[in-house]
């Protein structure tokens, strides 16, 4: 069997090769140039891997989805491109995103147009029946992660969000395109119902790890990763961590903290570091830590009650890799 990095090249040249197509379907020079700008800007590809080995899992083929896996890139992108507007984000991956490089009407054009690509492409060899299945994940999946963005913007405006909220929220915003992926590539596969259902769990278990571990690495990761340390204290993000705190503050120092987090809706860059002390004063750091390692057994438990395949296997090393970014 070819190697974990071999299989990985193959299953993400096929999805560029595929992406780089559709710019024929464009005919507006505006927009073709912002397609492929855009899809030029690289990224992980993170969902259509998950996609090619769920079907692995129950086909020992990891090329078979490739048409599905275009469809969840393309969705996941449709995604970007408007919440950057949404988010006023000015770069993406180091690069200047669309509706900073070009404008906000363009940008949802843009979006509206992957978006449309991903629905052609997503039913693509796929028969009636597994054609029907599909796209009833995929919308389902689309509704969740707008309902996720809807819930994200409002919780920038309260101060009262419970943990239970914002898990919910993560489920919708994050886990949703992940357990789509994972789902319609075990629909290719012609996973049983029951499979399907484990395949969802292991999505949810997935979204809820990533999240934290982003909420997690904001403060205690490296610039490596994209972003500045603290920015979401900066930005004032309720994230999990700070919620944990609300929840658990007793001393003056700390509930003074977070008055002021709470009312100014963020911190200065200079007081990010006191909020880092306090998070590890009242155990939240290692707290969410254990959670995120709970969520990632889960899902590695999933995966090998699934299939005892070699695509098991390295499906479960490169979720180690994602894993390991945090200890």
């Given amino acids: 069997m070819r190697s974990k990095l071999k299989i990985t090249e193959e299953i993400i040249e096929s999805v560029n090769t ?16 912002a397609y492929t700008y855009l899809i030029s800007n690289g990224g992980k590809r993170f969902r259509p891997l998950m996609v090619n080995l769920s079907t692995a899992l129950f086909t020992d083929n990891h090329l078979m989805s490739i048409n599905q896996s275009v469809a969840l890139e393309l969705l996941h992108n449709f995604t970007l491109v408007h919440d950057d507007i949404m988010d006023k984000s000015p770069l993406r991956r180091g690069k200047e995103t669309i509706y900073k490089k070009w404008d906000d009407t363009t940008a949802i054009l843009l979006g509206d147009l992957i978006l449309g690509l991903s629905c052609k492409k997503l039913k693509s060899g796929l028969t009636p029946e597994q054609g029907m299945k599909a796209m009833e994940f995929f919308n ?7 309902d996720g963005q ?4 409002e919780f920038e405006e309260r101060d009262d969000i419970t943990i239970d909220e914002y898990k919910s929220m993560i489920d919708k915003k994050t886990g949703s395109l992940i357990r789509t992926s994972l789902v319609i590539g075990g629909i290719v596969g012609n996973a049983t119902d029951a499979e399907i259902d484990k395949l969802s769990e292991l999505g949810t278990e997935l979204g809820q790890a990533f999240q934290l571990q982003d909420d997690l690495l904001d403060l205690i990761g490296s610039n490596k ?19 944990t705190a609300n929840s658990l503050a007793k001393e003056s120092g700390h509930i003074s903290l977070l008055k002021k987090f709470y009312t100014n809706n963020g911190l200065e860059e200079d007081e990010v570091e006191a909020m880092r002390t306090m998070l590890i004063d009242l155990g939240v750091i290692d707290k969410v830590k254990a959670l995120i390692e709970i969520h990632f057994s889960n899902a590695f438990d999933i995966i090998r009650n699934l299939s005892q395949n070699n695509y098991a296997d390295i499906l479960i090393e490169i979720l180690e890799k994602y894993k390991n970014r945090v200890v």
């Fill in 225 to 243: 990763f994209g972003k500045k340390i603290g920015q979401d204290i900066i930005e004032g993000k309720k994230t999990y961590l700070i919620i």
């Fill in 150 to 153: 809807a819930f994200d913007l």
């Fill in 18 to 33: 595929a992406l780089y197509d559709f710019e024929k379907y464009i005919s507006t020079n505006k927009l073709k140039t």
């Fill in 140 to 146: 389902h999946g689309l509704v969740e992660v707008c």
